[in-house]
T-cell receptor, first 113, second 115 residues
């Protein structure tokens, strides 16, 4: 039972354009969401997070949007750079539950120069 | 600040053999996590320690997997005996506290291949 889904395994975007990575979840108890970025042969690194009390959080070129009614979040990267090429994982947990992160399957982003 | 260290980086074993992985978290981090990442999937939490106590091991296959965090610092994860389906990357992560909003810092992982 995949509680966090990233339905696009891969995405290619031209340098300078916007990258939009999507994530859907099914568990209504989830109220905190994170994005991690992973380069080959390295561990995931934290990118940005959002609590369910917000619908948007920005950090530089990265913005995460949360639509609670649709149980959907997205990560926008503007402008995209070749160094952004990596696998992006979304993760979710419930602050009133066991706190365990549930990760999606990841989306491989390739930014073309 | 040194990151999370893991060793070995790669390991190839035959099925039914035993294997152990080591993790040294970031200094001062009280919470340590072991994740299993199978190819094409996201990381799955196996076990979480707060200092040297277990917080969550609900997804650890306890018939073959064991983990310990003696003295609340380093940790080892053992598989005995290994099965083909244990082939995966084993990631160790640490954070300042058990509060889940605290950022988890991941090590580079140990890639295990069971033949």
């Amino acid at each position: 039972d995949q509680q966090v889904k990233q339905n696009s395994p891969s995405l290619s975007v031209q340098e300078g354009r916007i990258s939009i990575l999507n994530c859907d979840y099914t568990n209504s108890m989830f109220d905190y969401f994170l994005w991690y970025k992973k380069y080959p042969a390295e561990g995931p690194t934290f990118l940005i997070s959002i609590s369910s009390i917000k619908d948007k959080n920005e950090d530089g070129r990265f913005t995460v949007f949360l639509n609670k009614s649709a149980k959907h979040l997205s990560l926008h990267i503007v402008p995209s750079q070749p160094g952004d090429s990596a696998v992006y994982f979304c993760a979710a947990f419930g602050t009133s539950g066991t706190y365990k992160y549930i990760f999606g399957t990841g989306t491989r982003l390739k930014v073309l120069a | 600040e040194a990151g999370v260290a893991q060793s070995p980086r790669y390991k190839i074993i035959e099925k039914r053999q035993s294997v152990a992985f080591w993790c040294n978290p970031i200094s001062g981090h009280a919470t340590l996590y072991w994740y299993q990442q199978i190819l094409g999937q996201g990381p799955k939490l196996l076990i979480q320690f707060q200092n040297n106590g277990v917080v969550d091991d609900s997804q650890l296959p306890k018939d073959r997997f064991s983990a310990e965090r003696l003295k609340g610092v380093d940790s080892t994860l053992k598989i005995q005996p290994a099965k083909l389906e244990d082939s995966a990357v084993y990631l160790c992560a640490s954070s300042w506290s058990v509060v889940p909003q605290e950022t988890q810092y991941f090590g580079p992982g140990t890639r295990l291949l069971v033949l």
